[in-house]
């Protein structure tokens, strides 16, 4: 019996500067939003970090420092962002890189993000056991998925939205629902002082 999915989603994928959040910053941030049924709708820019992207960085997503010399800064983007995001739950390849960067960012800009999340890598161990690696390559791969742009928020989070739409569709409802993550309060790793 399949279980009909009543929840809307928010897949998510960020570029980033590298980690933690709290050095660090967002380059590129694409959304495609899903209402349990379909993609409905995408949204994807560019960020301006404040910061140079380090050169392995740059090399890795294809984003360069003059690229994002003229893209809005979060600040910019942050209520537009957060409206795509408000009342779904955000998914994520490993929600626990993008959940974070997200909270810590809207919080510098004095909005509590707190929604429930769904890592797409917990759920396709569950969904699709036995393979060997779970990353978004490697599954797209192995699912025949055109993963055009990989390391691009756009590409990685359009890849994603179809792993997940591929989920509900052959009867992974009742799987997600299952693992949908309660709000976690913001948490800001402490830098290390090398003296």
Do not use: W
Request: one cysteine or more.
């Amino acid at each position: 019996m399949e279980v009909a999915v009543k929840n809307k989603f928010a897949i998510v994928d960020i570029e980033t500067t590298g980690s933690p959040a709290n050095s660090n910053g967002i380059t590129e941030i694409a959304i495609v939003l899903h209402n349990g049924k379909e993609i409905e709708g995408k949204y994807e820019t560019l960020i301006n970090p404040g910061m140079p992207i380090p050169p392995y960085v740059a090399h890795l997503t294809n984003i360069s420092n003059k690229m994002v010399a003229s893209a809005p800064d979060f600040s910019e983007v942050a209520d537009k962002v957060f409206n795509l995001l408000e009342d779904r739950i955000f998914v994520a390849h490993n929600v626990g890189f993008d959940y974070p960067f997200m909270q810590y960012f809207f919080a510098k800009n004095g909005i509590k993000f707190q929604t429930e999340k769904l890592c797409t890598l917990k759920l396709t161990r569950k969904a699709f056991p036995g393979l060997e690696r779970y990353g978004l390559d490697f599954l797209c791969k192995a699912m025949e998925i055109d993963l055009a742009n990989h390391h691009r928020a756009g590409g990685d989070a359009y890849a994603t939205a179809i792993i997940f739409d591929r989920i509900i569709n052959h009867g992974g409802g009742k799987l997600i629902d299952s693992m949908i993550e309660k709000p976690a309060p913001l948490v800001v790793k402490k830098k290390k002082v090398y003296k």
